[in-house]
Every structure is written in C-alpha cells, then in structure tokens.
C-alpha cells in the first residue's frame, strides 16, 4: 500500500504561483504512473494532470495546460505539481493519487491539499 500526503497548498492572488508536493511512503512511486486531480466546492472531482512511472510522458487538462508542470523524483518518492498564472477557476482541493501500470484506475489517493486563488 501507498500512503500520499499532499502540501504546498495556500491562498495566492489570481497570476501567482503555487508548488505542491505529494510525499509518498509505504512503497516506491517508482512502480507506478503518478496524478494530480481537484475538487472544487459543489464540483465533481477532475484529473488535472499525469505522469507515467518514469517521467517520460505528461499529460494535462486543455484548463492547466501551459500553466501547470507535472514532475516527479523517484529518489525522493515524491511527485510536484508547479501551478504557475494561477486563476480563481484553480481554486480547488488539490489530490494526487497512483495508478498501476497497464491500469486506468487510480487507486490510492492523499487527503489533499487546499489550493485558493483570489481575484
């Protein structure tokens, strides 16, 4: 089993920047492909971004997509989400979450972290 602890959560002004971090313990991440999804009050949670195992692939929402970087250090077992042009539409609960190989399910998640942006 993985256990994931988000931090890096925080309030910031509309165009600022966040890093997030997931920390994970219990086993290696290296074993698996690595997500980050959010949660907004009254929303259905949304994937916002991906990494496979070895971090040669990345994949993200059209909404993230040039603002926020996905990475990941194997060594360290942790996975960063850098959230850069933040806007008030970002504001939500940030959660990362592991995922099998040649599986489409997630299927240990952290407690996540909260993410507010003001306008």
């Known amino acids: 089993q993985v256990q994931l602890v988000e931090s890096g959560g925080g309030l910031v002004q509309a165009g600022g920047s966040l890093r997030l971090s997931c920390a994970a313990s219990g086993r290696t991440i290296s074993a698996y492909h690595m997500g980050w999804f959010r949660q907004a009050p009254g929303k259905e949670r949304e994937f916002v971004c991906s990494?496979?195992?070895?971090?040669?692939?990345?994949y993200y929402a059209d909404s993230v997509k040039g603002r926020f970087t996905i990475s990941r250090d194997n060594a360290k077992n942790t996975v960063y989400l850098q959230m850069n042009s933040l806007k008030p539409e970002d504001t939500a609960t940030y959660y990362c979450a592991v995922r099998r190989l040649r599986q489409n399910e997630y299927i240990y998640w952290g407690q996540g972290t909260q993410v507010t942006v003001n306008s």
């Open positions: 990494i496979t195992w070895n971090g040669d692939s990345t």
